[in-house]
Protein backbone atom coordinates (compact mmCIF):
# COMPACT_ATOMS: atom_id res chain seq x y z
CA UNK A 1 0.00 0.00 0.00
CA UNK A 2 1.01 3.59 -1.06
CA UNK A 3 0.99 6.70 0.73
CA UNK A 4 0.72 9.76 -0.96
CA UNK A 5 1.40 13.02 0.85
CA UNK A 6 0.56 16.35 -0.07
CA UNK A 7 2.99 19.13 1.42
CA UNK A 8 1.03 22.81 0.88
CA UNK A 9 3.49 25.43 -0.11
CA UNK A 10 4.19 28.50 1.84
CA UNK A 11 1.75 30.09 -1.02
CA UNK A 12 -1.25 27.49 -1.13
CA UNK A 13 -1.24 27.81 3.01
CA UNK A 14 -1.53 31.62 2.69
CA UNK A 15 -4.44 31.52 0.35
CA UNK A 16 -6.02 28.60 2.38
CA UNK A 17 -6.03 30.49 5.28
CA UNK A 18 -6.76 33.62 3.51
CA UNK A 19 -10.15 31.36 2.56
CA UNK A 20 -10.33 30.38 6.19
CA UNK A 21 -10.59 34.10 7.10
CA UNK A 22 -12.81 34.87 4.75
CA UNK A 23 -15.15 32.29 5.58
CA UNK A 24 -15.07 33.77 9.01
CA UNK A 25 -15.61 36.95 8.33
CA UNK A 26 -19.04 35.92 6.15
CA UNK A 27 -20.14 33.88 9.20
CA UNK A 28 -20.04 37.24 11.31
CA UNK A 29 -21.67 38.89 8.59
CA UNK A 30 -24.51 36.35 7.97
CA UNK A 31 -24.80 36.34 12.32
CA UNK A 32 -25.22 39.99 12.32
CA UNK A 33 -27.53 39.62 9.22
CA UNK A 34 -29.66 37.35 11.32
CA UNK A 35 -30.05 39.46 14.15
CA UNK A 36 -30.97 42.27 12.26
CA UNK A 37 -33.50 40.83 10.98
CA UNK A 38 -34.65 39.19 14.32
CA UNK A 39 -34.62 42.68 15.35
CA UNK A 40 -37.06 44.13 12.93
CA UNK A 41 -39.43 41.05 13.44
CA UNK A 42 -39.92 41.94 16.76
CA UNK A 43 -40.00 45.62 16.06
CA UNK A 44 -42.61 44.40 13.88
CA UNK A 45 -44.18 41.81 16.35
CA UNK A 46 -44.47 45.10 19.25
CA UNK A 47 -45.73 47.71 17.31
CA UNK A 48 -49.30 46.24 17.20
CA UNK A 49 -49.28 45.93 21.22
CA UNK A 50 -48.15 49.52 20.93
CA UNK A 51 -50.85 50.49 19.02
CA UNK A 52 -52.95 48.69 21.09
CA UNK A 53 -51.44 50.11 24.60
CA UNK A 54 -52.14 53.84 22.95
CA UNK A 55 -55.68 52.49 21.62
CA UNK A 56 -56.08 51.93 25.60
CA UNK A 57 -55.66 55.45 26.71
CA UNK A 58 -58.30 57.79 27.55
CA UNK A 59 -60.10 60.10 24.91
CA UNK A 60 -60.13 63.71 25.96
CA UNK A 61 -63.21 65.31 27.04
CA UNK A 62 -63.30 68.49 27.83
CA UNK A 63 -60.71 70.83 29.33
CA UNK A 64 -61.24 73.46 31.94
CA UNK A 65 -59.06 75.87 33.06
CA UNK A 66 -60.25 78.09 35.84
CA UNK A 67 -58.39 81.09 38.04
CA UNK A 68 -57.21 82.47 34.99
CA UNK A 69 -58.17 85.87 35.74
CA UNK A 70 -55.76 87.95 33.10
CA UNK A 71 -55.55 85.83 30.51
CA UNK A 72 -58.26 84.06 28.03
CA UNK A 73 -59.12 80.65 28.09
CA UNK A 74 -58.28 80.48 24.27
CA UNK A 75 -55.06 82.11 24.55
CA UNK A 76 -53.85 79.54 27.17
CA UNK A 77 -55.34 76.78 25.16
CA UNK A 78 -53.02 78.11 22.17
CA UNK A 79 -50.34 77.28 24.12
CA UNK A 80 -51.01 73.66 25.33
CA UNK A 81 -49.96 69.93 23.57
CA UNK A 82 -53.21 68.62 25.36
CA UNK A 83 -56.43 69.82 23.49
CA UNK A 84 -59.80 68.63 23.13
CA UNK A 85 -61.12 67.75 19.40
CA UNK A 86 -61.49 70.85 17.22
CA UNK A 87 -64.41 71.78 14.80
CA UNK A 88 -62.96 70.42 12.10
CA UNK A 89 -60.15 67.67 13.14
CA UNK A 90 -60.17 64.74 10.73
CA UNK A 91 -57.99 62.24 12.43
CA UNK A 92 -60.24 61.37 15.51
CA UNK A 93 -60.20 62.29 18.93
CA UNK A 94 -57.25 63.35 20.55
CA UNK A 95 -56.48 60.88 23.43
CA UNK A 96 -54.63 61.28 26.89
CA UNK A 97 -51.00 61.16 27.85
CA UNK A 98 -49.66 62.25 31.37
CA UNK A 99 -46.59 63.44 29.79
CA UNK A 100 -47.77 66.35 27.72
CA UNK A 101 -50.22 67.29 30.36
CA UNK A 102 -46.92 67.77 32.32
CA UNK A 103 -45.07 69.68 30.40
CA UNK A 104 -48.30 71.77 29.59
CA UNK A 105 -48.38 72.64 33.51
CA UNK A 106 -44.90 73.86 33.04
CA UNK A 107 -44.95 75.81 29.42
CA UNK A 108 -48.23 77.73 31.34
CA UNK A 109 -45.89 78.13 34.55
CA UNK A 110 -43.30 79.63 32.37
CA UNK A 111 -45.30 81.85 30.20
CA UNK A 112 -47.02 83.27 33.41
CA UNK A 113 -43.87 84.26 35.24
CA UNK A 114 -42.77 85.86 31.98
CA UNK A 115 -45.55 87.86 32.32
CA UNK A 116 -44.73 89.07 35.83
CA UNK A 117 -46.63 86.56 37.93
CA UNK A 118 -43.70 85.19 39.91
CA UNK A 119 -45.88 83.09 42.28
CA UNK A 120 -47.84 81.91 40.20
CA UNK A 121 -49.08 77.99 40.74
CA UNK A 122 -50.55 76.02 37.68
CA UNK A 123 -51.34 72.25 38.63
CA UNK A 124 -54.04 69.69 37.29
CA UNK A 125 -53.20 66.36 39.05
CA UNK A 126 -55.81 66.32 42.16
CA UNK A 127 -58.60 63.96 42.17
CA UNK A 128 -60.89 66.19 41.18
CA UNK A 129 -59.11 67.55 38.13
CA UNK A 130 -59.05 64.37 36.08
CA UNK A 131 -62.59 63.05 35.33
CA UNK A 132 -63.00 59.98 33.60
CA UNK A 133 -66.18 59.38 32.45
CA UNK A 134 -66.75 55.60 32.01
CA UNK A 135 -70.00 55.72 29.93
CA UNK A 136 -68.30 57.90 27.26
CA UNK A 137 -64.99 56.78 27.52
CA UNK A 138 -63.03 60.09 28.07
CA UNK A 139 -61.10 62.53 30.58
CA UNK A 140 -62.31 65.79 31.58
CA UNK A 141 -59.19 67.71 32.57
CA UNK A 142 -59.45 70.91 34.37
CA UNK A 143 -56.43 72.92 35.27
CA UNK A 144 -55.90 74.87 38.14
CA UNK A 145 -54.32 78.46 38.12
CA UNK A 146 -53.55 80.77 40.91
CA UNK A 147 -51.86 84.15 39.40
CA UNK A 148 -51.02 85.70 42.75
CA UNK A 149 -49.53 89.43 41.94
CA UNK A 150 -48.55 90.58 39.34
CA UNK A 151 -45.16 92.51 39.08
CA UNK A 152 -44.56 95.79 37.48
CA UNK A 153 -41.04 97.63 36.56
CA UNK A 154 -41.28 101.15 38.21
CA UNK A 155 -38.11 102.69 37.37
CA UNK A 156 -34.79 102.23 35.64
CA UNK A 157 -31.65 103.84 35.94
CA UNK A 158 -28.29 103.12 34.93
CA UNK A 159 -25.10 104.19 37.76
CA UNK A 160 -23.27 105.43 37.28
CA UNK A 161 -24.95 107.95 33.94
CA UNK A 162 -24.40 107.64 30.40
CA UNK A 163 -24.92 111.04 29.47
CA UNK A 164 -26.29 111.25 25.95
CA UNK A 165 -25.43 107.74 25.27
CA UNK A 166 -28.20 107.09 27.46
CA UNK A 167 -31.34 108.25 25.91
CA UNK A 168 -30.62 106.21 23.08
CA UNK A 169 -29.54 103.44 25.31
CA UNK A 170 -32.92 102.79 27.10
CA UNK A 171 -34.45 102.76 23.37
CA UNK A 172 -32.73 99.49 22.79
CA UNK A 173 -33.82 97.41 26.03
CA UNK A 174 -36.58 95.34 26.28
CA UNK A 175 -37.55 95.87 30.06
CA UNK A 176 -39.53 99.61 30.06
CA UNK A 177 -40.77 101.30 33.44
CA UNK A 178 -44.48 100.47 32.79
CA UNK A 179 -44.48 97.06 31.91
CA UNK A 180 -44.85 93.55 33.64
CA UNK A 181 -41.08 92.20 34.64
CA UNK A 182 -40.08 89.73 32.96
CA UNK A 183 -37.09 87.74 34.70
CA UNK A 184 -34.94 86.99 31.63
CA UNK A 185 -35.35 90.35 30.42
CA UNK A 186 -32.32 91.62 32.20
CA UNK A 187 -30.09 89.11 31.48
CA UNK A 188 -31.01 89.85 27.44
CA UNK A 189 -30.55 93.62 28.23
CA UNK A 190 -27.18 92.98 29.92
CA UNK A 191 -26.05 91.63 26.58
CA UNK A 192 -27.84 94.84 24.95
CA UNK A 193 -25.66 97.46 26.94
CA UNK A 194 -22.63 95.83 26.63
CA UNK A 195 -22.83 95.83 22.98
CA UNK A 196 -23.49 99.15 23.11
CA UNK A 197 -20.78 99.67 25.43
CA UNK A 198 -18.25 97.75 22.59
CA UNK A 199 -19.63 99.85 19.80
CA UNK A 200 -18.17 102.97 21.81
CA UNK A 201 -15.08 101.64 22.29
CA UNK A 202 -15.34 100.21 26.01
CA UNK A 203 -14.27 95.72 25.42
CA UNK A 204 -13.80 96.05 29.03
CA UNK A 205 -16.75 97.05 30.49
CA UNK A 206 -18.98 94.94 32.75
CA UNK A 207 -22.60 94.69 33.64
CA UNK A 208 -24.24 93.58 36.81
CA UNK A 209 -28.14 94.72 37.51
CA UNK A 210 -30.20 95.01 41.31
CA UNK A 211 -33.04 94.62 42.05
CA UNK A 212 -35.01 96.17 44.86
CA UNK A 213 -39.07 95.18 45.55
CA UNK A 214 -41.23 98.28 46.33
CA UNK A 215 -43.44 96.86 49.42
CA UNK A 216 -46.98 97.21 48.29
CA UNK A 217 -50.02 95.65 50.72
CA UNK A 218 -50.99 92.27 50.96
CA UNK A 219 -54.59 93.07 49.60
CA UNK A 220 -52.72 94.89 46.64
CA UNK A 221 -52.82 92.86 43.56
CA UNK A 222 -49.51 94.16 41.91
CA UNK A 223 -45.91 94.60 43.23
CA UNK A 224 -43.97 97.43 41.91
CA UNK A 225 -39.59 96.77 41.10
CA UNK A 226 -36.90 98.87 40.56
CA UNK A 227 -34.13 97.94 38.49
CA UNK A 228 -30.32 99.32 38.60
CA UNK A 229 -27.81 98.71 35.84
CA UNK A 230 -24.42 98.97 37.94
CA UNK A 231 -21.74 99.73 34.73
CA UNK A 232 -18.49 99.73 34.79
CA UNK A 233 -16.93 101.16 31.82
CA UNK A 234 -13.09 100.17 31.69
CA UNK A 235 -10.73 102.18 29.33
CA UNK A 236 -11.30 102.44 25.95
CA UNK A 237 -9.67 99.80 23.86
CA UNK A 238 -6.75 100.46 21.20
CA UNK A 239 -5.74 98.38 18.37
CA UNK A 240 -2.09 96.93 19.12
CA UNK A 241 -1.58 94.66 16.01
CA UNK A 242 -3.31 92.77 13.82
CA UNK A 243 -2.61 88.91 13.18
CA UNK A 244 -4.27 86.23 10.56
CA UNK A 245 -4.65 83.24 10.38
CA UNK A 246 -5.65 80.41 8.05
CA UNK A 247 -5.00 82.95 4.80
CA UNK A 248 -2.08 82.04 2.15
CA UNK A 249 -2.86 85.65 0.64
CA UNK A 250 -0.40 88.47 0.56
CA UNK A 251 -1.55 90.47 3.71
CA UNK A 252 -1.73 93.62 2.22
CA UNK A 253 -4.54 91.95 -0.22
CA UNK A 254 -6.41 91.64 3.54
CA UNK A 255 -4.91 94.62 5.19
CA UNK A 256 -6.69 96.85 2.43
CA UNK A 257 -10.15 95.58 2.95
CA UNK A 258 -10.07 96.69 7.16
CA UNK A 259 -11.57 99.65 8.03
CA UNK A 260 -8.84 99.30 11.44
CA UNK A 261 -5.32 100.17 12.22
CA UNK A 262 -2.50 99.03 14.82
CA UNK A 263 -2.45 102.35 16.65
CA UNK A 264 -6.00 103.76 16.26
CA UNK A 265 -9.20 103.62 19.09
CA UNK A 266 -10.70 100.32 18.39
CA UNK A 267 -14.53 99.99 18.20
CA UNK A 268 -17.15 97.39 17.43
CA UNK A 269 -18.66 98.96 14.08
CA UNK A 270 -15.08 98.92 12.43
CA UNK A 271 -14.53 95.36 13.02
CA UNK A 272 -17.84 94.57 11.35
CA UNK A 273 -17.32 96.15 8.57
CA UNK A 274 -14.00 95.02 8.12
CA UNK A 275 -15.60 91.41 8.15
CA UNK A 276 -18.12 92.19 5.60
CA UNK A 277 -15.52 93.71 3.49
CA UNK A 278 -13.54 90.56 3.70
CA UNK A 279 -16.65 88.72 2.63
CA UNK A 280 -17.23 90.67 0.04
CA UNK A 281 -13.86 90.71 -1.55
CA UNK A 282 -14.51 86.50 -2.61
CA UNK A 283 -11.37 85.40 -1.37
CA UNK A 284 -12.95 83.51 1.86
CA UNK A 285 -15.49 81.19 2.31
CA UNK A 286 -15.89 82.08 5.71
CA UNK A 287 -14.68 85.09 8.30
CA UNK A 288 -14.19 84.96 11.90
CA UNK A 289 -12.17 87.27 14.68
CA UNK A 290 -11.38 87.27 18.49
CA UNK A 291 -10.00 90.09 20.58
CA UNK A 292 -7.03 89.02 22.86
CA UNK A 293 -5.09 91.26 25.41
CA UNK A 294 -1.56 92.00 24.14
CA UNK A 295 1.41 90.21 26.35
CA UNK A 296 2.93 92.56 28.28
CA UNK A 297 6.33 91.24 27.26
CA UNK A 298 5.36 92.43 23.44
CA UNK A 299 6.93 95.71 23.80
CA UNK A 300 6.21 98.96 25.29
CA UNK A 301 3.10 99.53 26.85
CA UNK A 302 -0.04 102.43 26.42
CA UNK A 303 -0.83 104.37 29.19
CA UNK A 304 -2.45 102.40 31.99
CA UNK A 305 -5.93 104.08 30.94
CA UNK A 306 -5.84 102.22 27.56
CA UNK A 307 -6.70 98.86 27.22
CA UNK A 308 -4.18 97.24 24.06
CA UNK A 309 -6.02 94.78 22.38
CA UNK A 310 -4.52 92.21 19.49
CA UNK A 311 -7.26 91.75 16.66
CA UNK A 312 -7.05 88.39 15.32
CA UNK A 313 -8.34 87.47 12.18
CA UNK A 314 -9.46 83.56 10.98
CA UNK A 315 -10.32 82.71 7.58
CA UNK A 316 -11.92 80.09 5.51
CA UNK A 317 -10.05 80.65 2.00
CA UNK A 318 -12.54 79.45 -1.39
CA UNK A 319 -10.77 76.98 -4.04
CA UNK A 320 -9.32 78.97 -6.85
CA UNK A 321 -12.51 78.01 -8.90
CA UNK A 322 -15.03 75.19 -8.04
CA UNK A 323 -18.26 73.54 -9.17
CA UNK A 324 -20.60 73.54 -6.46
CA UNK A 325 -23.73 71.32 -6.35
CA UNK A 326 -26.43 70.19 -3.58
CA UNK A 327 -29.59 68.89 -2.86
CA UNK A 328 -32.46 70.28 -0.60
CA UNK A 329 -35.64 70.09 0.20
CA UNK A 330 -38.05 73.00 0.81
CA UNK A 331 -42.11 72.82 2.98
CA UNK A 332 -43.02 75.17 -0.51
CA UNK A 333 -40.78 74.60 -3.13
CA UNK A 334 -40.49 71.10 -2.04
CA UNK A 335 -37.01 69.08 -3.67
CA UNK A 336 -35.02 71.34 -5.21
CA UNK A 337 -31.25 70.33 -6.69
CA UNK A 338 -28.70 73.45 -6.51
CA UNK A 339 -25.46 73.74 -8.64
CA UNK A 340 -23.30 76.62 -9.66
CA UNK A 341 -19.53 77.47 -10.42
CA UNK A 342 -17.50 79.75 -8.01
CA UNK A 343 -14.43 81.59 -9.16
CA UNK A 344 -12.18 83.30 -6.28
CA UNK A 345 -12.56 86.96 -7.38
CA UNK A 346 -12.62 86.70 -10.67
CA UNK A 347 -11.74 90.39 -11.55
Same mark, same amino acid.
Given at each position: MVQVRVRRSGRAAAVYGERRH???? *? &?? %? $?AGRRLALAGLLALLASAPLAAAEADQRPLIGEI =?? =??? =????? *?? &?EALLRTRERRLLQFSGQPRFVRDWLHSDLTTLAVFYRRAGFPEVSVSS?????? @??? %?ERQRLDIRIRIVEGKRRYLRALRFTPGLGEAERELRRRLVLQPGQPYDPEAPGMDEFRILRSLQERGYFAGRVE? $??? &? !? =????? %? @?RDSIDLEYR?????PAQL? %? &???E?? +?LDEELIRRELNVAPGQPLRLEQILRSKQNLLDSGYF @? +? !??YRLEALDPSAGPRLPAPVEELRLVWRFRERKLAALESGVGYGSVDGLRLLGGWTHRNLC
Open positions: LSKA *G &LR %A $R =EI =EGN =ETFAD *GQ &LFGESDL @RYD %AH $RLT &L !V =ETPAY %A @RIDLGPA %A &LAFGA +S @R +S !VD
